[in-house]
């Protein structure tokens, strides 16, 4: 069974810390990860990773695939209160169905 | 303008009572999808629909159906609504040329009393 586990559940740091989100997958003809973020209403893509593009940048969000390892993690430096969200995890999975993690929730305190 | 559209944004209804939730979409999309989302189990799917004569049970069905009235339109219904049919409820599409990225609609936060 295709499954996403994203790790830690939830975290809470301050204004300007430096995070680290994790995501491993167990996938069947493994394609693309990707990450989401979700803050008061519907997720929104940020990035897809594949064997061909295994880093992504932007601003100060950044994320690598481990093809290795079957994992990813996302990084967001320079934190800000804005950055609060629940950050998805997803890999396609059989019948080219998106299968998702539970989520990491971030906090940002100021 | 919104690529995905939702309606009701919010639902508060009572045991029993049939529910139609629907979605339509400006992208374009052949691909469309429904999704729950409740805390702790994150986003769980219901149905999903390749195309306009093609649809397809997710992991959770049970306890609802679908209607694909045409490419931009899928509505999802909830017969008899119960409880724990509680829930955010996500619609989302993708082009079948890149299915793995899904575009989101903001959500129906549905109450069922």
């Known amino acids: 069974e295709d499954k996403v586990v994203q790790s830690p559940l939830s975290l809470v740091v301050h204004e300007g810390d430096t995070v680290t989100l994790n995501c491993s997958y167990e996938?069947?003809?493994?394609?693309?990860l990707l990450w989401y973020k979700q803050e008061k209403k519907a997720p929104t893509f940020l990035f897809m990773l594949?064997?061909?593009?295994i880093e992504k940048k932007s601003g100060r969000l950044s994320s690598i695939l481990d093809k290795k390892e079957l994992s990813s993690i996302l990084n967001i430096t320079a934190t800000q209160t804005g950055d609060s969200a629940i950050y998805l995890c997803?890999?396609?999975?059989?019948?080219?169905?998106?299968?998702f993690g539970k989520g990491t929730k971030l906090t940002v305190n100021p | 303008d919104a690529d995905v559209t939702q309606t009701p944004r919010n639902r508060i209804t009572k045991t029993g009572k049939r529910i139609m939730l629907e979605c339509s979409q400006t992208?374009?999309?052949?691909?469309m999808y429904w999704y729950r989302q409740d805390p702790g189990l994150g986003l769980r799917l219901i149905y999903y629909?390749?195309?306009?004569?093609?649809?397809n049970k997710g992991e959770i069905s049970d306890g609802y159906s679908v209607s694909r009235q045409a490419q931009a339109k899928f509505s999802l219904s909830l017969e008899s609504a119960i409880p724990n049919q509680t829930a955010l409820y996500f619609c989302?599409?993708?082009?079948?040329?890149?299915?793995?990225?899904?575009?989101f609609g903001p959500g129906t936060r549905l109450t069922v009393l």
């Open positions: 997803a890999v396609p999975g059989g019948s080219e169905k998106l299968v």
């Open positions: 594949t064997s061909s593009g």
């Open positions: 629909s390749f195309d306009v004569k093609d649809i």
């Open positions: 989302a599409t993708s082009d079948f040329g890149a299915t793995d990225t899904q575009y």
């Open positions: 992208k374009g999309h052949d691909r």
């Open positions: 996938v069947t003809n493994f394609r693309s």
